[in-house]
């Protein structure tokens, strides 16, 4: 699974080579509370990279990244610290699960297929960026091809086409005593050297449509444009290259189209649309054409193998050695598989061989049945770093709830704010529901902060429902059944009596605006919402 995340200009200006390691920390910090073993350890790796892309090239060949192993139960950060490492640097990212591979000889996933995944990110990657160089070019050429569409050009005049014609005429010759000389009128003279030559007209014409279009005042009209057929059908070719080379198993694929491409040429059909509709697929077009893919892939697989990050997620469940039972057999099989991969080898892809020997992997694991030395020793090997990651306390939770770009408490903020909903935590009602979280990840499964996401949909329940017709004016009375009439009147007759809503905590203050109405969430209407649950722990296995 790929995970792109959008950048911003601050984020980009914090992209830099120079980072420290504690920088680094400092800007994980932002993202991820707490672990800061796990912190160290991913800014040390970060940072050696750093130092050895300035060694002279026969020395930085030799040396090699130090993978990490990261040991923790689920939801304390270990994703999230590789997934925001990864966008610090802008370096491509692969995460994927080890449990989805297979040995050889086994229906599953091949484990070369992370390299080739990893080219693609690349791939997307560089593309990109490329396009934002292209952006401009390619709006100013598909404007123009726009424009042909609304205005064909004028045809070539007769006057033209007879300076390059095959045939010449010779007039037959004139007797000079018959010539009779007539005066010129100078009215005529005049309009003929104000005349406007044949294209002048067009231009002027396709200079006010081009001042239409960018006005906006054309993007309703409709046009024809050739678009290609994406309906042509594909011709694979059935071989025993194994269940792995399709592909949708990441392989080379057998599609006959990339074979011969001299063969099957690229079908177009007419298609009408609107002005605005034909601009955005002709300025795809223009970028295609201005874009060098040769130079993109050529990019794309320098930065996998220069700077390329993978995190192998669940490694934990492929350490179990052989048993001789079950489908545990090929546990140690997958084992040996990945380990070339991650001690470096050349993997052929369709855009050429991709080294892996300066890839950083990051594996990740709870480890709850298993240990780290249950994985074969030559895979142990190419792990050198292993950092424990902590279960997460009472506090933790706090400061996950308030202190990340991102909080819960801000995300719920501001998706109640579109519904003209003001929300406020105090800091009791965020203190309840740590403890509430931490109290259900003792008696039931430890899932760490995830555990949050549920406290926080439980508590916010009932608010979520009733906030589009919290503040209309009139606002809507209860029923004796305990629904709302409005909505109630539109039921069908059938629907069963619900019991009827709790009151929520709504206050008025006065502001420079006029009153204004917020909901509070205190520690009692947590407990209102969650304790009942909390208590019985047969119901919070199931709801929370």
């Known amino acids: 699974m790929a995970i792109f995340l959008p950048g911003t200009a601050e984020d980009q200006a914090l992209a830099l080579d120079e980072m420290t390691p504690r920088e680094i920390v ?30 002279p090239p026969e020395l930085a060949e030799d040396i090699m990244p130090k993978n990490i192993i990261m040991i923790g139960p689920t939801g304390v950060g270990k994703t999230e610290i590789a997934r925001r490492l ?37 791939i997307d990657m560089v593309r990109d960026e490329k396009l934002d160089d292209v952006e401009e070019k390619a709006e100013m050429n598909a404007e123009d091809r726009l424009l042909d569409l609304l205005l064909p050009p004028p045809p070539i005049s007769v006057a033209a086409n007879a300076s390059v014609s095959p045939i010449s005429v010779v007039p037959p010759p004139v007797d000079e005593s018959k010539v009779i000389e007539l005066p010129v009128s100078p009215v005529d003279g005049s309009n003929s050297e104000k005349s406007d030559k044949p294209g002048d007209s067009h231009t002027r014409t396709r200079e006010k449509l081009r001042q239409q279009f960018r006005e906006g005042k054309l993007d309703d009209r409709i046009v024809e444009l050739d678009v290609r057929d994406r309906n042509t059908q594909s011709f694979e070719v059935i071989s025993n290259m194994g269940p792995n080379s399709g592909p949708d198993q990441g392989g080379e694929g057998m599609d006959l189209r990339e074979m011969l491409p001299g063969l099957f040429g690229q079908r177009t059909k007419k298609r009408k649309m609107k002005v605005s509709e034909a ?6 077009e223009e970028e295609s054409r201005l874009i060098d893919m040769d130079q993109v892939t050529r990019l794309a697989v320098e930065r996998v193998e220069d700077s390329g990050m993978v995190f192998l997620d669940e490694i934990d469940k492929i350490a179990g050695r052989e048993g001789g039972h079950g489908p545990d057999v090929s546990r140690e099989g997958v084992q040996r598989d990945i380990l070339p991969i991650v001690e470096g080898t050349t993997v052929s892809t369709k855009y050429g061989m991709v080294s892996t020997d300066h890839i950083l992997f990051i594996a990740a694991g709870a480890f709850h049945v298993s240990k780290p030395s249950d994985l074969i020793p030559e895979l142990q090997g190419r792990f050198p770093i292993r ?9 933790d939770f706090v400061r996950i709830l308030t202190e990340p770009k991102s909080s819960l408490v801000k995300q719920s903020t501001a998706l109640l704010e579109t519904e003209g909903l003001k929300l406020e935590f105090t800091k009791e009602a965020i203190l309840e529901m740590a403890q509430f979280a931490f109290r259900v990840n003792e008696t039931t499964e430890n899932i ?46 059938t629907a069963e009596p619900q019991p009827p809503s709790p009151p929520l905590p709504v206050i008025e203050r006065q502001t420079a605006t006029g009153t204004e109405k917020v909901i509070v969430i205190d520690p009692e209407y947590v407990k209102q919402q969650v304790a009942s649950i909390v208590k019985d722990q047969d119901l919070s296995r199931y709801i929370l």
């Open 26 to 55: 400092a800007e994980l910090d932002k993202y991820v509370v707490g672990q800061q073993a796990a912190k160290r350890a991913v800014a040390i790796a970060l940072r050696n990279r750093m130092r050895r892309q300035k060694l």
């Open 279 to 284: 601009f955005e697929y002709l300025v795809q």
């Open 86 to 122: 990864a966008k610090l640097t802008n370096s491509p990212f692969l995460k994927v699960e080890a449990s989805k591979f297979t040995e050889v000889g086994y229906v599953g996933r091949d484990v070369e297929s992370i390299v080739r995944d990893l080219v693609e990110i690349a």
């Open 448 to 493: 760490g902060a995830r555990r949050l996401h549920t406290i926080m949909e439980r508590v916010l329940d009932e608010i979520s429902f009733q906030a589009p017709d919290l503040f209309k004016s009139p606002r809507p009375e209860a029923t004796e059944e305990g629904v709302v009439a409005e909505i109630g009147a539109s039921a069908p007759l």
């Open 387 to 395: 950092v424990e990651l902590h279960s997460l306390t009472v506090n």
